[in-house]
Structures are given as structure tokens and as C-alpha cells.
């Protein structure tokens, strides 16, 4: 019983030392691990598998440097899949620093190489908007003028001059919305304003603590898919095939889940003993 | 050579960050400090170039009056020069409210700050209450109304109409309102579980990205 | 023997045949369908854009009789005259029927065709659209339901303030959160240490942080009685300001304004992490006794309630961000959970325009546990029964909450 009590008043370093110890052992190790993947996963992936070659996608990075780790694979993942099938990529970012990200993941995408020959064309293929201020009132204004919200692109170039944008005046001229986003303004704005006002089809890539959030939007139809945290990552990277840092933290995110799970039910286990003890006592 | 610094700074910050887990110490504070400062301005500078330059002294043409190079025309010069009423010049409003909202600063004529405040505030409520209500109430509701001919259904229903029990005010939670109010917190604390499993994940993986970063872009141990 | 091998050969040689003349079908048939041209999308219409402020026109089509075979898609094109030159403003993915141009001038009249794209690039150009020509409407008649409960809503709030301005007496049942705040303040007293309130890290136009407002009026105005320090660090310089002029006002009707001091709130850092780095440095070197996180939060929830749970603070935390609720419910002695937060703002300010507001809402949460349970009890008894009279009022209970795409 001694144990139990010792157990309630463990000092919280050494919680941390062992997820520590587990998430930093299984980046040494080269163990594959089984991914299954699921339905929410899936139907984003087919939703971009379904636009044909040519089509507009807007790809809306909302979210800065410390969610990274969660989201930038799956942007790597989703610029990766549009070159791929050859879709054209129009990025714009509702949070600061999120353009930079958006930067950062092409960086990733043209060092590999398969597409050092084949490198898609700025201005042609893809294109960065950058950030503009307003929060959801961007997207609200979207829906009446593009143009008007981003009248320059990333580098300061009229978007007139752009080839990409010609022609493109609001959401209807975009043939999917993907928003990957690590709170507010982000998923929940843009199914209010895109998809609920504008009738955009829009699917999310999230961190896992949105997730649960936007996860009702699913059954309704509002979203076409979801990829929620790490997990997410790893399960759109097996779709595409493409192999990436989502699957290879899997293993440590895996370890320290099981810590994490001992530790909940030993604790708890603890707490109802010394409880039932202290309960006696008093009674 | 350049990344080698940097990554070395960003390395020893995140490790001064990380110290906090064994107990308060000087690097923390040091780090807190710095992050705390560099943020603030960060901030002050972002606000500047993302929104008062592009959106307030560009479409003006405030720019362009102070003589900047390569600035682009504005509203005021199309109103001045060509006559001409430029839908920019609706900026001018924008301008006069946060000047107003600055006056704050100012004890005697404080209050004046309230005006633009009441406007931020009265244009949200109303745009937030439509957007709100169509997808968040009338969307769900809506996809809520299933037969219950499945133990999914079921379960969708019953933690729903007991949820919004559960937030009902006008009625003491008693006999068998209050038992249904009671299924309604279950619900509710089965879905904080579900969240919390998912935050766990969130944060670990916050923390896998910056031990990537450690070993792997620092250090180079981790391919 | 024998028997067998001669109707193993007439099997062998009536094989061959058949896959001869199988082979052959494949082969008409494909050479069939490279020869026969693709088959244009039909009945291309194009009307105004109903309830929208002009400039859309949306185009309706009947899909090509080829769409199974290798249509990638459908190219819209317009011109001014029926016998102008016309240009592609756009694209539609296969399976798809309508378009909704909207880049039109209200005083032009449009014409349309589309053209069915297949996989070999191959084109087949639709018959003109009749005339068509956008114009703005006052009424957008598709969201003619959200007008009607949203109306009921408002008319009920409004209702109810009217009601409690009168000086009537509005029920509001208790709220167990509520009844820790004062025990709370008397702790931090005891102890002689101060207290922490946190409004959140959303600005002043988020309802929960004028709520956290409203419960930090009470909150300083208990400790202006209690003589204790109050601690109020803010992510928004509104905010911040907001703060100062409640704490002041509260320690003014305390009776005790010279104890009030400006540094009781200041700000921080507009920057999330910052913010939270810069609150946890307080709570560690301050050892706060009480600590309040009342508003609008996000990851910080966690990172905040967690220290202050190490340093020994009682903890009451309010939000109604559902993500955050977790982490406040698992670390903090009381939480207000969602719209309780809401209620404990009216509770404690007795102000009737947030009493009346809640009484409203209440009459919301009516009509929706209403439409819930009567509309599954007729899609039951339609999936049950099979009568088209429960599945025409099911349809019509869905109707009513259903938001149409025009």
C-alpha cells in the first residue's frame, strides 16, 4: 500500500523523464509501423483525387512555427499531392507567419529529387498571396472580391501580372478549399464563411487539439475531410505515398501515448486505493 | 555557417525553455524575457507592415503624399488630382476610428474611445450571430433529426438533447430533469475525455518536433 | 479415352472461337468508341443568381451521355452576343451540373455554352444558353428559416430584457462554480498572497472575455474588501484597458479606492506563447494563491492550469472554448463550462440585459430539443412504418433548419 502512496506524491520530473526517454529513443529506431487509415482521412484524400488536372485549389496555411511539427507535414503532403496530379496551388494565410510556413514547405517539396527537372512555375502552377489582416473577414471579402483582398502576391507583384490569378474573382473559381489550421481564424471560420456563404468544398487538415472541434462539420457534409494531428499526417502520407516526417514520428508519438496511458491508469489506480484507505480512516 | 549560429541559438533557447520542467531557473527567465520582448515587437512591426502601410497609408495615398518611391496612387490623390470618388477612400473611416480608439491614451477625452469599440463589438455580434447560427446551430440541428434505428443514432441523440439540458437555466436541475441533465455531463465528460486524448497527441507532437530539431537539425544524429 | 479426347479438342477449338470472336467485339467496340464523337453537355441554362447582391449568374447543364467515358470535365465559356467570340471564364469537375459565374456586369446580357472535355482532349461544344442577365436582390429567400428562428430567438431575448428591466424577477438556477469564488478570495487572504486573473487571450469583441470582465468586476470588488493584491496580466491592449476601468470602478463602489492601483493590470504580449511563458514566470515567482482563468483560451489552457496546479493555487476556470474545457475540468477545483460561463456573468452582474439574453436563449434550446426529438420520432416511425405522411413531415422538420444552396 506503501507503494500506492509513494505512487500519489511521485514528483512529476520523473513522468517527464520517461516521456522524454520515449519520445526521443524511437527516433533512433527503424521500426515500420502499421497506419491504418481512416474514413475522414480517406475521403479528403479522394476529394483531391477526384479534381481533374488543372484545377484551382486554395490552400489556406493558418497556423505559425510552434504547430508546425503537426502541420507541415501534411502541407508538404497536400502541395506534393497537387503537383502530382498537376492542380494548381493558390496559397494564402489568414495567420502572419503562415505564407512563411507555406515557403518553407515548398523549400521541402522542390529539394527533392523528383522535382528537380520537373519544378512547377511560379505564377503558372502555384502561387503565394501572403497574409492579409482582418481574420475571418478576409474570407467574407473573398467571397466578393479576391483581387480586391490580395492585391499583391507574397513577393509585392501586382496580381494582374499573374497568370495563375486571371480570371480567378471568388470562390467559385476555386475547385477546393484546403485549410490547414492551428486554431483562430481557421477551420471553424472558414466552414462558416467559405462553405455555409460562399458554397466552397473545402476539406481541413488540423492539429490534433482542433480536431474534436471540427469534427462535426464532417457528418454534415460541411467538410469533405479531415487529417487530425500526427496521426492525420502519417495516414495522408500513406494515401499518397509519399513518405514523410508525419510517419516517421508516428513511432515516438506511439511511445509516449503508451507511457502516457500507464501512467493515467496506474494513477488512477493509486488514487481510488489511498482514497478507500483514507475513507476507512475517517469513517 | 549562418545556419550552424542560428541553429545554435534556436537550440540553446529551446533547451532554456525546456528547463523549466526540472524547476524555475535563470536561463528560463532569460528566455521568457527575450521571447516575451522579441514577440512584442514582432507584433508592433507585423501590425505596421501587414495593416496600417498596405491597408490604411498605401490605399490612401498617405504614402505617396510623404514621397516615398514606387508607393502606389491612392485615394486621396484620385480625389484631389483626377475628382474622382475611389472606393479606398472608405479607408479614411477606418483611419478616424482607430484614431479614436487611440485617444484613449488621453484621460480627459478617453471616452471617445468607446465609439469605435461599440462599432468593432456591434459589427462582430451581428455577423457572427448569422454565421454562428447557420452553421453551428441550423446545420447540426438539422443533421441531428435521424431515425433511431441505430445504436450511433441513439447515442447522437440522446447526448445531444441531454447536453442542451444540461445548459438549460430557467429550470432547477430536479428529479427527472435533473437526472436527464445528469446523463448530459456524462456525455459531456466522455467528450472532454476523447479531447484530452487528442491534446495528448497535440502536445507530444510539439514536443517531437522540437527534440527533431535538437538531434536531428542541430546535432545531426537523427537522419 | 477416346470420348474424352475428342470433347477435350471440340472444347479446345470452340475456346478459341470464342475468344476469337470476344477479341474480336473488344475490338469493334473500341474502334466504335474512338470513331463515335463525344456528346456535348444539353439544355445548358442560365439565369440570374438568386438572392445575391448582383453580378452572378449560375449555369445549369445536362451532363454529357459521355460522362462515363472519359469526360475529366466541363469548360464554361461566355460571351456579350450570341455570335461574339466567346472565352472560357472557367471550369467545372466531371459529374458536375452548374457553375456560378460570378464576374458579370448587371447591365450586360451574357450567353453560354459548355463544352465536354474527355481524356483525350477531345471537345464537344453544348447549344447556346438562352439570354441571361444578372441583377441584385433586396430578399435572399433561401434563408428565409434562418430569419424566422433566428427572429423567435431575438424577439424572445428581447422579450426578456424588457422583462427584467421592469424589475421582475428572472430565474436562474444555481451555478456550483460560483459559490467557490468567495472561498477562494478568503484563502488567498488567509495566506496573504495575491491573487491571479487571467480574461482570457481573445480581444473585446469576443462575448467571453465581456464576460470575464463582468466576473472580474466581482472578483476585485471581493478583494478590495479583503485588502488582498490582484493580479490581472492581459494579451490585448484593450483588453487591458477595459480591465483597468472595471477593477478601478470595483474598488470605487468597494468604498475602498485608495487602494486601487494602476499596476493591478497591465499588458504582456499580444503573442500566444509569449503570453503564456511571461504568466507562468508570475505564477511561479508570486505563488498566487488563486488563480482564475476566465474567458477565451486555447493551447495555453493547459500550460497555465498545470503550473498553477503545481504551485498549490485553487483554481476556478470558465470557458466556452469546448477544446480548452478539458484540461480545466481535469486541473481546476471548479469550472464553468460553456455557457455556464455566460450565466454566472448575468448571475453575478444581475444585469438585465445578460439575464434577459440567457432567459432568450433558453427559448432556443427549447425549439432545438423540440425539432430534435420530434423529427427523430417521425423518422423512426418512417423508417418503421414506411408512410409517406411520417416521411413527408420528417422532411418537413428538416426543411425547416436545412440551409438551401441556391
Known amino acids: 500500500m506503501k507503494f500506492f502512496e509513494k505512487l500519489m506524491s511521485i514528483d512529476r520530473r520523473v513522468i517527464f523523464l520517461f516521456v522524454g526517454v520515449a519520445l526521443i529513443v524511437p527516433l533512433f529506431l527503424d521500426i515500420e509501423q502499421t497506419i491504418e487509415i481512416t474514413p475522414e482521412v480517406q475521403t479528403l484524400y479522394d476529394a483531391f483525387m477526384e479534381l481533374p488536372p488543372g484545377s484551382k485549389v486554395l490552400m489556406a496555411f493558418d497556423y505559425d512555427p510552434p504547430s508546425a511539427p503537426e502541420l507541415q507535414p501534411q502541407a508538404i503532403t497536400g502541395l506534393r499531392l497537387c503537383f502530382d496530379r498537376n492542380l494548381k496551388v493558390i496559397i494564402i494565410g489568414l495567420w502572419p507567419m503562415g505564407p512563411m510556413q507555406a515557403n518553407l514547405a515548398l523549400e521541402t517539396v522542390f529539394s527533392e529529387e523528383n522535382y528537380f527537372d520537373k519544378e512547377p512555375i511560379y505564377g503558372v502552377d502555384y502561387v503565394n498571396l501572403g497574409y492579409s489582416p482582418g481574420n475571418e473577414l478576409v474570407i467574407q471579402r473573398m467571397g466578393s472580391s479576391i483581387p480586391a483582398t490580395f492585391p499583391r502576391d507574397f513577393r509585392g507583384t501586382s496580381i494582374e501580372e499573374i497568370p495563375l490569378m486571371r480570371g480567378i474573382v471568388n470562390f467559385s473559381n476555386f475547385d477546393y478549399v484546403f485549410n490547414l489550421s492551428a486554431g483562430y481564424p481557421g477551420t471553424v471560420e472558414w466552414v462558416q464563411f467559405a462553405v455555409d456563404r460562399f458554397h466552397a468544398r473545402m476539406g481541413a487538415a488540423n492539429t490534433a487539439v482542433q480536431a474534436p472541434l471540427v469534427y462535426p462539420y464532417i457528418g454534415t457534409g460541411q467538410l469533405t475531410g479531415l487529417s487530425g494531428g500526427m496521426k492525420g499526417a502519417a495516414e495522408f502520407e500513406k494515401l499518397t505515398g509519399f513518405i514523410g516526417k508525419g510517419t516517421k514520428f508516428m513511432l515516438s508519438q506511439s511511445f509516449a501515448h503508451m507511457i502516457v496511458v500507464f501512467f493515467i491508469i496506474i494513477g488512477n489506480l493509486a488514487y481510488f486505493v489511498t482514497r478507500g484507505r483514507e475513507e476507512k480512516k475517517t469513517g | ?223 | 479415352m477416346k470420348a474424352f479426347s475428342y470433347s477435350f479438342t471440340f472444347y479446345c477449338l470452340l475456346g478459341l472461337i470464342l475468344l476469337a470472336t470476344t477479341d474480336g467485339l473488344a475490338q469493334v467496340e473500341s474502334s466504335d468508341s474512338l470513331l463515335s464523337p463525344l456528346l456535348p453537355p444539353s439544355e445548358v441554362i442560365a439565369e440570374d443568381h438568386p438572392g445575391d447582391a448582383g453580378a452572378a449568374i449560375i449555369v445549369r447543364w445536362k451532363l454529357s451521355p459521355d460522362e462515363d467515358r472519359g469526360v475529366t470535365g466541363y469548360e464554361i465559356v461566355r460571351s456579350t452576343s450570341p455570335t461574339g467570340e466567346f472565352s472560357s471564364i472557367g471550369f467545372a469537375a466531371a459529374g458536375s451540373n452548374r457553375y456560378v459565374d460570378a464576374n458579370t456586369e448587371d447591365s450586360l446580357t451574357y450567353y453560354y455554352k459548355v463544352l465536354a472535355i474527355d481524356v483525350d482532349k477531345n471537345v464537344s461544344e453544348s447549344e447556346l444558353s438562352p439570354p441571361a442577365r444578372s441583377s441584385p436582390q433586396w430578399f435572399n429567400f433561401h434563408l428565409l428559416n434562418l430569419l424566422i428562428i433566428g427572429g423567435l430567438i431575438c424577439g424572445a431575448v428581447i422579450y426578456f430584457i424588457a422583462h427584467a428591466k421592469k424589475g421582475k424577477k428572472l430565474f436562474l438556477r444555481k451555478i456550483a462554480g460560483l459559490e467557490a469564488v468567495d472561498e477562494a478570495i478568503g484563502r488567498a487572504t488567509e495566506m496573504g498572497r495575491p491573487i491571479l486573473f487571467i480574461p482570457g487571450i481573445l480581444d473585446m469583441d469576443d462575448v467571453q472575455t465581456i464576460a470575464a470582465i463582468t466576473i472580474l468586476g466581482r472578483v476585485a470588488k471581493t478583494i478590495a474588501q479583503y485588502d488582498t493584491k490582484l493580479n490581472v496580466p492581459t494579451s490585448r491592449s484593450i483588453v487591458m484597458s477595459t480591465a483597468m476601468e472595471t477593477v478601478k470602478e470595483a474598488y470605487i463602489s468597494a468604498g475602498r479606492a485608495d487602494a486601487y492601483s494602476d499596476d493591478f493590470v497591465h499588458y504582456v504580449t499580444d503573442e500566444q506563447f509569449g503570453y503564456v511563458a511571461a504568466v507562468n514566470g508570475i505564477m511561479v515567482r508570486e505563488r498566487p494563491a488563486t488563480c482564475f482563468y476566465i474567458g477565451a483560451f486555447f493551447a495555453e489552457s493547459l500550460i497555465m492550469a498545470e503550473t498553477g496546479n503545481a504551485i498549490g493555487a485553487i483554481q476556478i476556470a470558465g470557458t466556452a472554448m469546448p477544446a480548452q474545457l478539458p484540461f480545466f475540468v481535469a486541473a481546476c477545483d471548479y469550472t464553468l463550462i460553456g455557457e455556464e460561463l455566460f450565466a454566472a456573468s448575468a448571475y453575478l452582474s444581475g444585469e438585465p440585459k445578460q439575464l434577459g439574453s440567457l432567459k432568450g436563449q433558453d427559448v432556443g434550446k427549447i425549439i432545438a430539443m423540440s425539432a430534435i426529438v420530434i423529427g427523430a420520432l417521425l423518422e423512426t416511425f418512417f423508417a418503421i412504418s414506411g408512410s409517406s405522411f411520417f416521411g413527408s413531415l420528417a422532411e418537413l422538420v428538416h426543411k425547416l433548419f436545412s440551409i438551401v444552396a441556391s
Not at chain 2, 504614402?63 to 516615398?68: D, F, N, R, W
Not at chain 2, 479607408?91 to 476610428?97: E, K, M, N, T
Open chain 2, 1 to 223: 555557417m549562418d545556419s550552424v549560429f542560428s541553429h545554435t541559438i534556436a537550440a540553446i533557447l529551446t533547451i532554456g525553455i525546456i528547463s523549466f520542467l526540472y524547476k524555475d531557473n535563470p536561463l528560463y527567465k532569460f528566455c521568457e524575457s527575450l521571447f516575451i520582448g522579441v514577440s512584442a515587437g514582432y507584433w508592433f512591426v507585423q501590425q505596421y507592415y501587414a495593416n496600417l502601410l498596405p491597408k490604411l497609408f498605401d490605399n490612401l495615398g498617405i504614402t505617396k503624399l510623404v514621397g516615398a518611391e514606387n508607393a502606389p496612387e491612392g485615394a486621396l490623390q484620385a480625389l484631389f488630382l483626377e475628382g474622382r470618388l475611389d472606393d479606398n477612400l472608405l479607408y479614411l473611416i477606418a483611419g478616424v476610428l482607430g484614431v479614436m480608439m487611440l485617444l484613449r491614451l488621453s484621460p480627459k477625452i478617453g471616452w471617445i474611445a468607446r465609439w469605435p469599440l461599440a462599432f468593432t463589438v456591434g459589427s462582430s455580434a451581428g455577423l457572427y450571430f448569422i454565421t454562428y447560427f447557420q452553421s453551428n446551430a441550423m446545420s447540426q440541428l438539422e443533421h441531428t433529426i435521424l431515425p433511431l434505428n441505430s445504436f450511433n443514432n441513439l447515442v447522437l441523440i440522446v447526448g445531444t438533447v441531454t447536453g442542451i439540458i444540461y445548459f438549460y437555466f430557467s429550470k432547477e436541475h430536479k428529479g427527472v430533469f435533473g437526472g436527464a441533465a445528469k446523463v448530459g455531463i456524462y456525455f459531456l465528460m466522455i467528450t472532454f475525455g476523447a479531447s484530452f486524448g487528442y491534446t495528448v497527441m497535440s502536445r507530444m507532437s510539439l514536443l517531437i518536433g522540437r527534440i527533431d530539431f535538437l538531434f536531428g537539425t542541430w546535432l545531426g544524429l537523427v537522419k
